[in-house]
């Protein structure tokens, strides 16, 4: 299998007070009027985060999670938030999102050359550290389960977007802590379109402000409530 770099992230994620109502109110709405929207159908998603204990790699700003795509398959992604921790300004638009397909039973201890690539890639001079040290250190810190109801959402102008209604359950991996959140996950197509996509969040924010802005990073929400 083998290591795919893709551009930058796009996303945005807000709390909703509740799914139907509030994805009825978007959907029908004037803010997605001169879109095409078209219905993407429902799923089941799960995440798993790998870290060590005291969170190294998050702390970094890396994010390194498995996510299940089929009953035979899973993705093993690597990915730098910038939300989190600030590169340098000439690392700024280098790719930070990198995946491989593996399979489902794969653990991925199997990749370690792989992460350590896709590190490398995000930090030329690395972390300082014997990386695969920290990589034989991490393991599954936190579970997340949704059900996701997806619409895909173009405009003419050529943004296009995936809105996401999630149900969420986050779980603190070997304990019985738990919590649940309602969330609207809104994804861009392509970085290119960073400052339309930004425009799009504001003119949500404006027009349903009972949604509520938080951390698109799923492992930070993870950490302030578990």
């Avoid at 996303?11 to 993407?40: C, E, Q, W």
């Avoid at 093993?76 to 593996?102: A, G, H």
Wanted: hydrophobic share 35%.
């Amino acid at each position: 299998m083998e290591l795919v770099q893709v551009a930058n992230f796009l996303n945005g994620r807000f709390l909703v007070n509740n799914i139907k109502t509030d994805r009825s109110a978007l959907l029908k709405g004037s803010l997605l009027s001169t879109y095409s929207v078209g219905p993407l159908g429902s799923s089941n998603v799960e995440k798993i985060y790998f870290d060590t204990d005291d969170f190294f790699f998050a702390e970094k700003g890396i994010n390194i999670y498995t996510s299940y795509i089929s009953k035979a398959s899973k993705e093993l992604i690597i990915r730098y938030d910038s939300e989190q921790v600030s590169r340098i300004e000439f690392l700024k638009n280098i790719p930070n999102f990198f995946k491989i397909k593996i399979a489902k039973d794969e653990d991925i201890s199997k990749y370690y050359n792989e992460i350590n690539e896709a590190i490398y890639k995000v930090f030329p001079t690395g972390l300082g550290v014997n990386i695969e040290e920290y990589l034989r250190k991490s393991k599954p810190q936190v579970k997340i389960l949704k059900k996701r109801d997806s619409y895909r959402v173009v405009n003419n102008k050529g943004l296009k977007m995936t809105l996401s209604f999630d149900e969420c359950e986050y779980q603190k991996v070997g304990t019985k802590q738990k919590f649940m959140q309602s969330t609207l996950d809104v994804v861009g197509d392509n970085f290119k379109q960073k400052d339309d996509f930004k425009q799009f969040l504001k003119n949500l924010i404006l027009d349903y402000p009972k949604l509520i802005k938080i951390q698109s990073n799923e492992l930070t929400v993870a950490r302030s409530n578990l």
